[in-house]
């Protein structure tokens, strides 16, 4: 063995094992439980950033010990490829966005594997290849002839920087989720898919999914939304009907005025005649878009001069255009109680109109009115002064106001949802073609199936603004597949996140060229365990969930949901914050890795938080992994140099120490299957501690049989943290007849834990001074005068009277002395 430890030479023998042994390439095999995991594939940026190290050495590190639990495990990779930042960067750097993407994912590619992570890399997925998205838009024609997929104008949330349509999940505190320009209002022609079909399902299929973090499941419930309540239909005068869903249609008789967002066609039809409403209008449109700040700006409006007539009392009620009412959002239109909703509250306070309540807590015996001098009363309660439904309770007036409205043909009992189907379609030139065709005789075509894919051309000229395929005649202008006449393709391209919606599937039919998926997604889905940000929770975890219902409802799987168990790794911090290029707070992978080896670094990313937490960037804990591994090599090779054991058995006191081996064993193995990694790495120091203590003592036979066992161990629990070097001691001290990779998990010997002796260790005011053995079925007063009577704690009490001794089973004896 070589004495000096050599992290670059350990880890480039270690991998280039592995290459040749194709130790990760697996097979669809059924003698074995097979094991899918997944960590979400990265953007090729260009190079890998600590957050992207946390999540792909988690991932390793679970398929490692899955793997050497002796189960078929499928880890693959690949690159979610398309996307605007490459146009951006190719504009930079005068490069096509092909060209930039591709080089990036070469050097993206070499240091995913400089971190030694077990990859089937047969298995890569480039998204922005024809071969991947070919199927993408296979299945989004058969989509669009199921009416699952269509183009429709529509108010969309418009980036005017990006000059692109974002999703409703894209659209954080009214900015673009990417670059942080303030959302405009528009309507424009999109393509949608209906996810709003799948609600209901989408909904009931997180109590399915135990094995996912609650708060993830409780985001996607809360943006789904499902809401019961009433829809009312109001008439306006000189307008029409007037449709309002309502979620307490107890509380009708206090309504008020009425409210519709700014392009709702009231609101349109107004502004014609009325300048006010059309400058308010021009306002909205570039307003900020998102529920969560609507609800908090200011509540403003303009009157339309329009008159609702209430269905139950007739009273005339004034309707406002108002910026808090999404168009979105069941018609465009709300109904305002102020009495009972903050929002109404605080908008009828500014413009002066009535506040009539009809609701209060039950038992409330003063004025009605006083109840909301000050703020809305949102609760339940009991009806006042509304007419024949007045002392009802909320709940019974619920019924009773709905039956009362269908009688009259003025309202239904519905289910209202928050979510709108899926906009996916996307002004910009660097993602999938989608596969239509614009026909001034036929309308909208297919492309057919023998004319897929539709092939984004990669010498692209970035433009500024809107999609540069409209600029090329060779991709613009086809004959229609229908009559053969001239007609235009579509030149918008797919939402990046219809790519990553089914990718993990591809991964078990990565070389069939004939068909999008086949039976091998059989044997591999679900994914067992998923791995990645919270940041997904609702954008690419919602999409996945059902897209692979779309994939299930035309026959390409047969599951329901993609992902099994899930997990959220929590933040890569620095000096408290996230890690940030603006912030001058990020620290290079690629330099730690040359300064120390990869496994360093993948040991201080396990011990350094458990995975769901965030973990703190420290340069001191990074440089004491890496003692950590070089006392490992040392205390190797002291093992190494020791004489080969012949004998069997142990004497009383090794066969304590080696009981203390295996508690340690049977704690890491607990904590490895609840992914308590950070402790496993502290119990596997602590074994290496207990070897070395063993290596101080006199050579004997015992002691070197135990320490080549207790070294076993140790590099077995270590193996799939730092695979490189557990790899290389393991072959040079000859500890199994296979690599390390392919050993056996450890497995507790329950019968050594079953002790006779057990080790005690002795404080005397607290401050360890000895250790003791006694029987385990020792009684306290043998424990007390054996510990008294030790020859080092005497000499720590010379002088000095006993006040009281306190003897903790199975772990120590405290002697307080004065």
Request: with cysteine; hydrophobic share 40%.
């Amino acid at each position: 063995m070589d004495e000096r430890y050599s992290p670059i030479d350990v880890e480039r023998e270690a991998q280039a094992y592995w290459v040749e042994a194709r130790s990760f390439e697996v097979t669809e095999d059924a003698s074995r439980p097979k094991f899918y995991c997944l960590s979400m594939f990265p953007y090729p940026s260009g190079r890998l950033h600590m957050g992207h190290v946390r999540n792909y050495t988690l991932g390793d590190v679970i398929s490692r010990w899955r793997r050497m639990q002796g189960m078929n495990v499928l880890q693959p990779m690949g690159w979610d490829a398309f996307g605007l930042p490459a146009e951006g960067a190719a504009e930079r750097h005068g490069v096509p966005p092909a060209q930039w993407t591709y080089d990036n994912i070469a050097a993206m590619r070499d240091q995913l594997k400089r971190l030694g992570l077990g990859y089937d890399w047969r298995r890569e997925i480039t998204t922005c290849r024809p071969e991947y998205y070919r199927w993408e838009q296979w299945l989004f024609t058969r989509l669009y002839r199921k009416g699952l997929a269509y183009r429709a104008t529509a108010p969309v949330n418009w980036c005017p920087k990006d000059q692109t349509v974002l999703a409703n999940e894209q659209v954080v505190e009214g900015r673009c989720w990417r670059c942080d320009t303030e959302v405009e209002r528009r309507e424009i022609p999109q393509w949608f898919l209906r996810i709003t079909a799948f609600a209901d399902e989408l909904l009931a299929g997180l109590e399915t999914l135990p094995g996912w973090p609650e708060r993830v499941a409780t985001m996607q419930r809360n943006w789904i939304g499902r809401s019961e309540g009433a829809e009312i239909r109001f008439l306006v005068e000189g307008y029409g009907p007037l449709t309002v869903f309502t979620t307490r249609p107890d509380t009708l008789m206090g309504a008020t005025y009425l409210a519709v967002a700014s392009e709702h066609p009231l609101a349109i039809l107004a502004g014609a005649t009325r300048p006010a409403v059309a400058h308010f209008r021009d306002e909205c449109r570039v307003a900020q878009t998102a529920e969560a700040v609507l609800e908090t700006m200011e509540k403003r409006g303009v009157d339309t001069g329009f008159y609702a007539t209430h269905p139950l009392t007739g009273r005339r009620l004034p309707v406002y255009v108002a910026n808090f009412v999404l168009m979105g959002y069941g018609e465009g239109a709300v109904m305002a109680v102020p009495a009972h909703d903050e929002r109404d509250f605080a908008f009828a306070t500014r413009y002066e109109l009535p506040i009539v309540p009809v609701v209060v807590p039950e038992g409330y015996e003063g004025r009605a009115q006083d109840l909301v001098r000050d703020a809305a009363y949102t609760g339940a309660g009991r009806l006042v002064d509304s007419g024949p439904f007045t002392g009802l309770t909320s709940d019974e007036a619920r019924g009773r106001v709905v039956a009362a409205l269908a009688h009259i043909g003025a309202g239904a009992a519905r289910v209202q949802w928050r979510l709108r189907d899926w906009g996916v379609s996307r002004q910009r030139y660097w993602g999938t073609p989608i596969p239509m065709i614009h026909c001034e005789a036929c309308g909208v075509v297919a492309v057919p199936d023998q004319d897929l894919p539709v092939v984004l051309p990669e010498d692209v000229v970035i433009s500024k603004g809107g999609s540069a395929l409209g600029a090329r005649a060779d991709f613009l202008n086809v004959p229609c597949p229908q009559c053969g006449r001239a007609a235009r393709r579509e030149t918008d391209t797919f939402d990046t996140f219809m790519e990553s919606s089914w990718y993990y599937a591809r991964y078990c039919s990565f070389d069939n060229a004939g068909q999008m998926l086949d039976a091998r997604v059989e044997h591999w889905l679900p994914v067992d365990q998923y791995i990645g940000g919270i940041e997904h929770a609702i954008l690419h975890l919602l999409y996945a969930r059902f897209f692979n219902r779309l994939m299930r409802d035309e026959g390409l799987v047969r599951h329901d949901e993609p992902f099994t168990r899930l997990l959220t790794q929590g933040m890569v911090l620095k000096d408290g914050t996230k890690m940030s290029k603006s912030k001058g707070n990020t620290v290079d992978p690629q330099a730690l890795i040359d300064r120390y080896g990869a496994d360093t670094a993948r040991l201080f990313i396990m011990f350094a938080a458990p995975p769901e937490q965030s973990l703190e960037w420290s340069d001191d804990a990074v440089a004491g992994a890496h003692r950590f591994l070089k006392k490992l090599w040392t205390l190797a090779h002291a093992i190494a140099a020791r004489p080969v054991a012949t004998g069997v058995g142990y004497d009383e006191a090794h066969k304590a120490v080696r009981a203390d081996m295996q508690a340690l064993l049977d704690q890491a193995l607990r904590d490895y299957e609840r992914y308590h990694f950070n402790t496993v790495v502290a119990a596997c120091m602590s074994l290496a501690n207990m070897l070395q203590k063993l290596l101080d003592e006199p050579v004997s036979d015992a002691g070197s049989r135990l320490l080549r066992e207790g070294l076993s161990l140790l590099l077995r629990l270590l193996a799939p943290i730092v695979p490189h070097i557990t790899h290389r001691l393991w072959q040079d001290l000859k500890l199994g007849p296979a690599p390390i990779v392919d050993a056996p998990w450890p497995v507790v010997d329950a019968e050594a834990l079953k002790r006779t002796t057990v080790r005690l260790v002795v404080q005397v005011n607290g401050k360890r001074r000895s250790e003791i053995m006694v029987d385990a079925d020792c009684d306290r007063a043998t424990i007390e005068a054996q510990a008294l009577a030790d020859e080092m704690v005497r000499k720590h009490l010379d002088g000095k009277a006993v006040a009281k001794v306190v003897v903790v089973p199975g772990r120590l004896v405290n002697i307080v002395a004065t």
